[in-house]
């Protein structure tokens, strides 16, 4: 039912933070690809996982999480591999490996970090973020953009962080600098 739905995804974040361990299987690593976010040709750098708006909060919740190549061999903790998990994704390290620490970073630091990330319905570019900001609000697919202003709306309720109004619409181009590791603002959603 919808309400479940809705149940879920405003729970899924909780469900992450308070798992014992939590697993990130990378189907596209091969077992023998060593994580290096140096090596552009890195399979480890460039899994689709990093792309998909939610798995951010599957990074960001647990504390203990585990990297799984394409035969579910171990590749790291998320603590082992923070300094090269923090290059791929422009996360700070200090949120990689202190799940605690995230509502600390203000809101435009934490909507960056999904900036480059996409998601199959435009709604749950907003949905996935809710646990990042420690929000909740009723899912309505078929909104379209309007649950990413509904998001912006919760979050003014919580917060004085005036840097919520920082973020614009990141065009094609930008992205495209940005995944080739430009170093411009990324700020943008």
């Known amino acids: 039912s919808s309400a479940e739905l809705s149940e879920a995804i405003n729970s899924m974040y909780a469900w992450y ?13 091969p077992h023998n690809d060593r994580p290096s976010a140096e090596r552009a040709s890195s399979a480890f750098a460039r899994s689709t996982w990093y792309t998909r708006g939610w798995t951010l909060q599957e990074l ?3 504390r203990n999480l585990i990297f799984l190549a394409e035969d579910w061999s171990a590749l790291g903790t998320k603590l082992e591999l923070a300094n090269i998990v923090a ?17 600390g970073f203000s809101v ?3 909507i960056s970090w999904a900036a480059l990330r996409e998601t199959t319905r435009e709604e749950d570019r907003a949905y996935s973020l809710m646990g990042i900001f ?8 078929g909104e379209g953009s309007h649950a990413f202003r509904r998001l912006q709306e919760e979050i003014l309720k919580t917060s004085t962080d005036q840097s919520i109004f920082a973020w614009r619409k990141t ?9 080739q590791n430009v170093q411009i603002n990324c700020l943008g959603y």
């Open 108 to 110: 435009a630091q934490r």
């Open 60 to 62: 960001l919740a647990p």
């Open 17 to 29: 933070r308070n798992a014992t361990v939590c697993f990130v299987y990378l189907q596209d690593v």
């Open 134 to 141: 420690g929000v909740n609000m009723p899912t309505i697919y």
């Open 171 to 179: 065009t094609q181009k930008i992205r495209d600098q940005c995944v």
């Open 87 to 103: 290059r791929i994704t422009r996360i700070d390290v200090d949120a990689l490996r202190n799940p605690d620490s995230v509502r």
